[in-house]
Nanobody, 119 residues
Framework: QVQPVESGGGLVQAGGSLRLSCAAP???????MNWYRQFPEKERELIAS???????TYSDSVKGRFTISRDDSLKTGHLQMNNLKPEDTGVYYCNADLFSRERSPRNYWGQGTQVIVSS
């Protein structure tokens, strides 16, 4: 099963930083990438995107605090989260268009990583 793998979640105090990573599986590369987050009993919310041409977009709730990026190797993407607030607490999901030498880009979801921001 093709699935990007997230890492970097955890517990942090308000005002702190975390860096989430999203790694493409072996033989796959990241074409474009989105980060979503989900609060309990809420739908997933798109918070950041990076297109194939590296154009980035952010939701108003994270603009100026979060930065999305993708390595030149196209193997790993990141979400740098600064000045975290308790209301950023949730499960963060990587959603990426992955391609291989045999396959054109297809969309895949990661398993999610928990972020908890304490006040």
């Amino acid at each position: 099963q093709v699935q990007p793998v997230e890492s970097g979640g955890g517990l942090v105090q308000a005002g702190g930083s975390l860096r989430l990573s999203c790694a493409a599986p072996e033989n796959y590369f990241i074409y474009s990438m989105n980060w979503y987050r989900q609060f309990p009993e809420k739908e997933r919310e798109l918070i950041a995107s990076i297109a194939a041409n590296r154009t980035t977009t952010y939701s108003d709730s994270v603009k100026g605090r979060f930065t999305i990026s993708r390595d030149d190797s196209l193997k790993t993407g990141h979400l740098q989260m600064n000045n975290l607030k308790p209301e950023d607490t949730g499960v963060y999901y990587c959603n990426a268009d992955l391609f291989s030498r045999e396959r054109s880009p297809r969309n895949y979801w990661g398993q999610g990583t928990q972020v908890i921001v304490s006040s």
